[in-house]
């Protein structure tokens, strides 16, 4: 069973290094086009143009430093719970575009990667599964912080 426990140990390591690197990543290319990235929120036609505009100067931020919280592992619950939680508004916001009819960029990673928006709705899914699979580990391996 030790042998099981290690090799899930080390999967879940590298799985939360992976979505960190991938958030960091996500993060950094929001961040140097705060603009773009306002306009993208605003095109999902779900928040005023001040809250927009806000959320495009620090949601890269929060997800560059959980991102690098999953990597350093420090701060790491704290990490995952935000980070699962910013996927659940995302597939929100989603899911509403979808029904919608919107036919806009999600913004997830700028404009570097365009995809359509059932490709982001099932990377998003992957990405949740991902970050609540490495909490349930991390709180069954280590029920408390003490």
Do not use: T
Request: hydrophobic residues 60%; glycine residues 6%.
């Amino acid at each position: 069973m030790a042998r099981r426990e290690k090799i899930i140990r080390i999967a879940s390591d590298i799985a939360a290094m992976a979505v960190g690197a991938l958030f960091i990543y996500a993060g950094e290319v929001k961040a140097v086009a705060p603009a773009q990235f306002a306009a993208d929120i605003a095109n999902y036609r779900l928040l005023p143009h001040a809250a927009a505009v806000a959320l495009a100067l620090y949601l890269p931020w929060l997800e560059m430093i959980c991102g690098l919280a999953l990597v350093f592992k420090k701060a790491f619950r704290g990490a995952l719970c935000i980070l699962a939680s910013l996927c659940l508004v995302f597939l929100a916001a989603l899911v509403s575009a979808k029904a919608r009819g919107l036919d806009i960029s999600c913004g997830c990673f700028g404009h570097a990667h365009p995809q359509p928006l059932g490709h982001e709705l099932l990377l998003d899914l992957a990405l949740l599964a991902a970050l609540l699979l490495i909490l349930a580990f991390e709180l069954r391996a280590r029920p408390s912080n003490a």
